[in-house]
């Protein structure tokens, strides 16, 4: 890695002294030598493991729930289901006013994506614990399923979750949050070219290394002590303080070092229902994922559909541009709906452009639930966004790189949402990037600067 | 059939924290009696390095070394509130946030300090070796060392501080959308190069060329593990990882690291990263969020330096040999 | 359920354990011999994250029954450092910057220790086969592989 000095030198004007330095990160001696602590390097005497029942169907109705067989399974020690769950219909992001609660801890009378947890069975070893599991007996019914963006907004689509209503997230300001700024029709009748497209995306896994979980001990005063890998210690508390109406001051949660997030550990899974396992056995509780549930049962990154519509004129200026964006949420909101919207600020791309209209949407679908990963709401549209961009020089017959230095925003310019761009670098960073690959721009780019009029 | 050398290019830039605000985090800092210095917070370390990262920024601000700083953080029965570590939002929030308390405990230490020398505290100095002296007058000088036992054994003071970060929340405008999502943007502009083979659909990575803006490098050799890792992930994304290879049908779906697609030590494309530094004008010593964006850009500029060497565009993700193949096909199919 | 007897060597040291008849070494090194430099990212043989040495040959331990284990010599990455003097690997991961969130940590330096002690001078090449079986999230490789090379570099300047 090379530190490129020369560029806006005279905005860095503090002298730092421990800052600015590559200086030994305090925690690697102890990964160097096995002594890191992460959540899971502890056992306690006594400790259950939970395993969860998951649905095999992508939408299905409970008719039954039957648990003779594996209640008397040795080693066994509780099955918990929905009944037990004190508030068992929560939705993460409440926390910041953003409804309605949607996701049932443990599935009630529906499952809605196939993978949902349904009942937790709770045993003295992982092996019992399994071995349990397999003795439940799940009587579904199977439902229609939705399974991709454009099903879920079909007008006769099946219903993935009541909660909402209809296949989408409702925002105040209607099925999608809108960014309008101009008039792109305007622009799209004024533009050389216009050039419609279709970008999309599959799932991505987060991939920890370490997968998600929890351990918790009983304190013995009522309160717990909640050992997590949680990316987000008092988001974790206060949801699990909501779901099992339990006082704040009552929950205890220790994080330490986690083996890799990216933001696959945000959601709040594992925790409520270990603690409220802990306090109904008195007994301290593990509930780890195992490879296969952080693969295929904790939520990735969403799948995706982008429709970018733009108008260029012959001489590289973006004139219009209209996007489309669908956020497959799976069949509960967890953190899509923020996702979702955090796209249509995003959009424009770092690109003045006088004329915009953005649409995101939150859609659910029968799919795995998705949320936060590195990136969210951004890494699919700077996919589309930019593959566009490539598309449109190509269209006119101009230079890729130079098409970016004619739409390129400054400090200054407006952005479609209505903030005044400051601190902008996007300029520098190609001509740079001209200079390391060797890919020539016309000198007047390699004039421009980010700095207002520049 | 032959092998096709294509490049592309692509220009992105990422908000720092979490959008549109509203995403709180506060610190602690308080001095043990010989004068090294305790920061209690409730974030997570994800390996990203943020308690080392901490450290500096408090080291910097207070005027001591860095390994006289202690992070004792994600216990919430003693640290105080943060949101979480996500959204790059880590060393802009909560750096924020050690810089105020940091800042409240320096200014009790230099009015001890000032007691013990009987001059002004706005006189004092610290030399980042550990010592107060007066400003051009450095034999008028106190240990930090003896200025802490001071203020726990003869003042009966303490030595601590206060801090906390918010950026207000905003809330869009419900018609035209108008917003403040986020304060400062990270910015970067990735070459890729590749091989395409028009017989396989394989694609090599012959380079990568990186260049990050990221308003200030706190601590480089962390960045760059940050902007390293990002990057490889960049390339995973776009030639690789998918859950869901043939979806709807679930049974292809990978549920370990020998089914779900990653390139491993021996598919790494040959690396260059260049950082430029504009700092943020509300960034912690003018640091932005590099740890999400530096994995986008990797992703457009390949697909775009593919279509550059076969002439065929795959709109949707991951980029896999089985996309290129049959698109391959189907432009033969029309061409002919 | 049935409990066996295991004794081994572990880092030096004599064990023995009374286990479930079945248990996995590393289940066994973590939750019975308070090692957990092991580190369990998939408990099915994909991720490398557990590997210890066994009688010189790296093992994955999430897939070795502690049974079978009867009478070894089991190293881990915990018993690396004699006398507080970090391993050649420990330093040069310390000095690459080739670890983030650490988790793959213990295990890729086992799975390099084992390619040094049988290839004091190994090729990237080499290094690169050596690692296949372990996976980093973090890091995105480079890092390890220059760690790995630096310790067979400062090894052979130690031993020259
Ligand atoms: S835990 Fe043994 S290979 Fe993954
Ligand atoms: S350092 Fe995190 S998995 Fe390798």
Redo the contacts with the bound molecule.
């Keep these: 890695m090379k530190l490129a000095k020369d560029y806006f030198a005279d905005q860095r004007t503090e002298e730092l002294k421990e800052l600015g330095q590559g200086l030994q990160r305090s925690d690697v001696p102890g990964h160097v030598t096995g002594k890191t602590s992460y959540f899971a390097d502890r056992t306690f005497p006594g400790m259950l493991c939970l395993r969860m029942v998951r649905s095999p169907h992508h939408h299905a109705r409970i008719r039954s729930v039957d648990l003779s067989e594996a209640e008397r399974h040795p080693g066994v020690h509780r099955i918990l289901t929905h009944k037990d769950i004190p508030h068992n219909l929560y939705t993460i992001l409440i926390l910041i006013q953003v409804g309605p609660e949607d996701e049932h801890v443990l599935a009630e009378d529906k499952v809605r994506w196939k993978g949902e947890a349904v009942v937790a069975v709770l045993a003295d070893s992982e092996w019992a614990a399994n071995e349990a599991a397999a003795k439940v007996r799940i009587d579904y019914e199977v439902l229609p399923s939705v399974l991709d963006i454009d099903a879920a907004l079909a007008p006769d689509a099946p219903i993935v979750n009541e909660h909402h209503g209809q296949n989408h997230y409702m925002y105040d300001s209607g099925p999608s949050r809108k960014v309008r700024y101009g008039d792109v029709e305007k622009g799209f009748a004024e533009a050389d070219h216009i050039l419609e497209q279709t970008y999309y995306s599959s799932p991505i896994e987060q991939a920890p290394?370490e997968t998600t979980g929890c351990i918790v001990t009983p304190d013995g005063n009522d309160r717990f002590t909640c050992y997590t890998n949680t990316q987000a210690m008092f988001f974790t508390l206060d949801n699990t303080s909501i779901i099992l109406q339990m006082p704040g001051h009552k929950l205890h949660m220790v994080g330490g070092t986690v083996?890799?997030g990216f933001g696959g550990k945000v959601d709040v899974t594992v925790e409520p229902i270990a603690i409220l396992a802990a306090k109904l056995t008195g007994r301290p509780v593990s509930f780890i994922y195992s490879r296969y549930e952080e693969m295929q049962v904790s939520s990735p990154r969403a799948a995706e559909k982008i429709v970018l519509k733009d108008g260029v004129m012959n001489d590289g200026h973006i004139v219009a541009r209209q996007v489309w964006g669908y956020t497959d949420a799976g069949a509960y909101s967890r953190h899509s709906p923020y996702g979702a919207q955090k796209g249509a600020a995003h959009y424009p791309g770092p690109y003045t452009i006088p004329n915009v209209w953005v649409d995101t949407w939150c859609v659910y679908t029968n799919r795995t639930p998705s949320s936060a990963m590195r990136g969210f709401g951004v890494t699919i549209a700077d996919f589309a966004l930019e593959v566009q961009m490539d598309k449109l020089a190509r269209l006119i017959g101009m230079d890729p790189l130079e098409f970016r230095f004619i739409n390129a925003y400054r400090d200054g310019d407006m952005k479609a949402h209505r903030q005044p761009t400051t601190g902008a670098a996007l300029i520098e960073c190609m001509q740079e990037a001209s200079r390391v690959a060797s890919w020539p721009v016309a000198e007047k780019y390699m004039q421009m600067s980010s700095y207002k009029g520049g | 059939m032959a092998i096709r050398r294509g490049r592309g290019v692509a220009a992105v830039n990422y908000p720092t924290g979490m959008n549109l605000g509203g995403d709180p985090s506060q610190a602690l800092v308080h001095s043990t009696p010989t004068g090294n210095f305790m920061v209690t917070l409730s974030s997570v370390d994800l390996?990203q390095g943020l308690k080392q990262v901490m450290a500096q920024i408090c080291a910097e601000t207070i005027g001591v070394k860095t390994e006289q700083v202690i992070i004792d953080t994600a216990d919430t029965d003693t640290g105080p509130h943060c949101m979480g570590t996500f959204a790059s939002r880590g060393t802009h929030r909560i750096g924020n946030a050690v810089i105020q308390a940091a800042k409240e405990a320096r200014q009790v230490m230099l009015e001890v300090a000032a007691e013990a020398l009987e001059v002004d505290a706005g006189d004092l100095e610290t030399d980042g070796e550990g010592n107060i002296h007066v400003k051009g007058a450095p034999q008028k000088s106190i240990s930090i060392f003896d200025t802490a036992l001071m203020a726990h054994f003869k003042l009966g003071r303490s030595i601590s501080g206060r801090g906390m970060f918010l950026v207000p929340r905003s809330y869009p405008e419900v018609e035209t959308g108008a917003m403040k999502p986020s304060t400062c943007y990270a910015h970067a502009c990735t070459v890729a190069e590749v091989d395409v083979d028009d017989e396989t659909g394989e694609v090599t990575v012959v380079s990568i060329k990186n260049v990050f803006e990221i308003g200030r490098a706190l601590n480089p050799k962390m960045v760059e593990q940050q902007l390293v890792g990002g990057s490889w992930m960049g390339i995973s994304h776009a030639l690789y990882e998918t859950t869901e290879p043939y979806y709807p049908a679930r049974d292809h779906a990978g549920t370990d690291f020998n089914e779900y697609l990653m390139p491993g030590p021996g598919d790494i494309a040959p690396t260059e990263i260049v950082v430029l530094e504009r700092p943020a004008e509300d960034g912690p010593y003018g640091a932005k969020g590099p740890g999400e964006m530096c994995a986008n850009p990797q992703i457009p500029a390949l697909a775009n330096a593919i279509f550059d060497a076969v002439g065929v565009r795959i709109d949707m993700m991951p980029i896999t040999p089985e996309r290129i193949l049959r698109a391959l096909k189907e432009q033969r199919a029309t061409a002919h | 359920m049935a409990k066996v007897p295991v004794q081994f060597s572990l880092n030096g040291e004599e064990k023995a354990e009374f286990v479930d008849s079945g248990s996995t070494l590393l289940k066994v090194l973590r939750d019975k011999m308070g090692d957990t430099s092991p580190k369990g990212g998939c408990l099915q043989g994909t991720c490398g994250s557990c590997s210890v040495v066994v009688d010189g040959e790296l093992r994955l331990s999430c897939l070795t029954l502690a049974e079978t284990c009867d009478g070894a010599d089991i190293q881990t990455t915990a018993g690396l450092a004699s006398d507080g003097v970090l391993h050649p690997l420990q330093r040069a991961f310390m000095d690459e910057f080739a670890?983030?969130?650490?988790?793959?940590?213990p295990g890729m330096i086992m799975a390099a220790k084992v390619l040094l002690d049988a290839n004091p001078d190994p090729t990237r090449e080499d290094v690169i086969e050596a690692l296949s079986g372990n996976v980093?999230?973090?890091?995105g490789y480079e890092p390890i592989i220059r760690a790995v090379l630096t310790a067979a570099r400062s090894n052979s300047q130690n031993a020259a």
């Design positions: 290394m083996g890799g | 390996g | 670890a983030q969130c650490g988790f793959c940590t980093c999230r973090c890091t």
